[in-house]
């Protein structure tokens, strides 16, 4: 047994490493990510980009092929999610950085209850007018195409391709997402 002792500290040692690095990979992926341009993953976002046809708040139709901003940002939020709500100013303060015809916000309200009441109460609270292009998600229908499983999601599109993912609350008045920004609208 004595002469195997070696070996099977390093088979257990080794086997540590390896499952340590794999639990890490797994497990420490950052909330908020750039996404490669042919990001497999990210497929069925921009389908569902191109495919999108909504119901804004107001009762407007929104067809996204209608939408001629280079950047597109989609927000899922709630009117009961504090870290949504708080993360609205920024996204505010950002869409007033460019032009109007470069950057589109469709935040995309996720609350099940008195949705309409809901949605107008925080618009007023934080005094949104017409920033965003808010659209009822009824049903859930958007949440589940979009597989959402927590909110704040946001999915930033430049030209229906996917460009950035956050899972959480995110600072769109980041001097990195005001830089990145100003590339995707120049291009």
């Not at 899922?76 to 007033?96: D, G, T, V």
């Not at 965003?132 to 958007?142: A, G, T």
């Not at 909110?151 to 930033?156: A, F, G």
Request: some cysteine.
């Amino acid at each position: 047994m004595k002469k195997f002792l070696p070996l099977i500290i390093f088979v257990v040692v080794f086997g540590g490493v390896l499952a340590g690095q794999i639990g890490y990979k797994m497990f420490n992926k950052a909330p908020s990510e750039d996404v490669a341009v042919n990001n497999p993953e990210y497929a069925s976002y921009e389908s569902l980009f191109l495919h999108a046809n909504y119901k804004t708040n107001d009762g407007s139709d929104l067809e996204m092929t209608k939408i001629h901003s280079p950047v597109v940002i989609y927000n899922f939020w709630a009117s009961w999610c504090q870290p949504c709500l708080a993360e609205m100013p920024s996204m505010i303060a950002l869409k007033k950085r460019f032009k109007p015809d470069e950057v589109s916000i469709v935040a995309i309200n996720t609350d099940e209850e008195d949705q309409k009441i809901n949605i107008q109460k925080t618009l007023s609270k934080l005094g949104i007018t017409n920033e965003f292009i808010i659209v009822p998600d009824q049903n859930s229908k958007l949440v589940t195409d979009f597989k959402v499983s927590a909110i704040p999601v946001t999915i930033i599109y430049h030209r229906g391709k996917v460009v950035h993912f956050s899972n959480g609350p995110m600072d769109f008045n980041s001097e990195e997402i005001f830089e990145k920004m100003k590339g995707w609208t120049s291009n």
